[in-house]
């Protein structure tokens, strides 16, 4: 494939792996772990992280739409898979013809899922999505209860889960964390006070399973940590993480610029000094922001060479230091390691002003996802 397109993304499974186990190894025995794959696995691909995370231990997939649901189950993923987002109702019939579950919030999409239930005879389980104060979604704490009455009232659908999702976890010791976490408990204790077993209680994502064992509950959910890249600062010092994914490039064109002579559009660098600069074939189309013209390092020949110019669509650009006797066809690292060197995905993402989430996300489908 790097034979077609000289710009690849690698990922290395034997890395989410280890971040699977390293990362259980922080649970209780038992506590069971949900592997997040939503957004094709953060751009790592679904299918094949979903299975090596499944081979390492992982006992359920998240994702955030049914699409991504259905692609696993069409690839042959039978793990239990939670879509974390409530889908519109319409969508209820085809969670039941794929066996997945969904988050569960609101009334007409639990009406929707009953009668898509009673249609195929079977009993639709769901996960009751509590919002413990990030206001994003979730049937809010004090009306939680209520709700999984009128449902249990009047509906056959099965509570197998009861889940809340945190604002604030990566900072330590947060106290408005400390006030999510205390209305999650105190719900759970309300719905067992009105003898509705709440099933598998989950909260933690990356940061929470990382840093406070109080909030693992049954199951913790972690992303950004299976593959290999921190929530923030705070964990650095708490885990060691495998990055999983490297972005590379070959270089496909050398060139001579003169003093004084501009590259790339709107010519916003200039060469002070003749020198030698050379094209790499890919762009912000693949995800190379365009924030990160003139602000980014690559790896050649295990050296530190600086983009320059503005980053077009398909292609840019990179000055690389005399004598270095750079080819076209040379391997080049924009994220990952050569040699002695390394580039992270941390660092890419401060130049595109972004977070590590987004940037590995950013790596667009037109790059081939390579597996090792
Ligand atoms: C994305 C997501 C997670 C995973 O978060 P990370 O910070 O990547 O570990 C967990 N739970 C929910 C509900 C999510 O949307």
Not at 180 to 194: A, I, N
Not at 242 to 249: D, F, H, I, N, R
Not at 325 to 344: F, K, N, P, R, T
């Amino acid at each position: 494939m790097e034979y077609r397109r000289w710009a690849w993304v690698e990922v290395d499974l034997a890395a989410i792996s280890a971040n699977v186990r390293a990362l259980k190894g922080l649970t209780a025995p038992g506590t069971k772990f949900m592997a997040v794959v939503k957004a094709d696995a953060y751009g790592h691909g679904a299918v094949p992280v979903a299975r090596a995370a499944v081979a390492a231990g992982a006992d359920w997939l998240g994702v955030a739409t049914l699409e991504e649901a259905v692609e696993l189950r069409q690839d042959s993923v039978e793990a239990p898979i939670l879509v974390m987002v409530e889908p519109p109702p319409s969508a209820a019939p085809l969670l039941i013809e794929h066996g997945v579950t969904p988050a569960l919030c609101t009334r007409p999409f639990a009406e929707a899922l009953a009668e898509a239930a009673a249609s195929s005879g079977v009993s639709a389980p769901f996960h009751l999505k509590v919002d413990t104060g990030m206001n994003r979604l979730g049937v809010r704490a004090e009306e939680a209860v209520d709700f999984a009455v009128w449902l249990r009232d009047t509906s056959d659908l099965r509570m197998e889960g009861v889940f809340t999702h945190f604002a604030t976890a990566e900072i330590p010791g947060d106290w408005e964390m400390g006030r999510q976490l205390e209305r999650f408990v105190k719900t759970v204790d309300d719905l067992k006070t009105e003898r509705i077993s709440p099933g598998l209680l989950h909260a933690a994502n990356s940061a929470a399973t990382i840093l406070d064992p109080a909030t693992h509950f049954d199951m913790v959910r972690c992303g950004i940590s299976l593959y290999g890249l921190h929530p923030g600062s705070a964990t650095r010092d708490q885990i060691s993480l495998m990055p999983a994914m490297s972005v590379k490039a070959r270089v496909s064109y050398v060139k001579r610029v003169q003093m004084g002579e501009g590259v790339s559009y709107g010519f916003t660098w200039r060469a002070s000094a003749p020198t030698t600069v050379v094209t790499l074939p890919l762009g912000y189309a693949d995800g190379v922001h365009r924030l990160l013209s003139d602000r980014m390092r690559v790896l050649i020949r295990g050296m530190a060479c600086t983009q320059v110019g503005r980053v077009c669509m398909d292609q840019l650009m990179v000055e690389v230091p005399e004598g270095l006797g750079v080819s076209i066809g040379d391997e080049v690292i924009l994220v990952g390691e050569q040699d002695e060197e390394a580039i992270s995905m941390d660092e890419v993402a401060d130049g595109a002003e972004t977070i590590n989430y987004e940037m590995a996300c950013a790596f667009s489908r037109r790059m081939r996802r390579e597996y090792a």
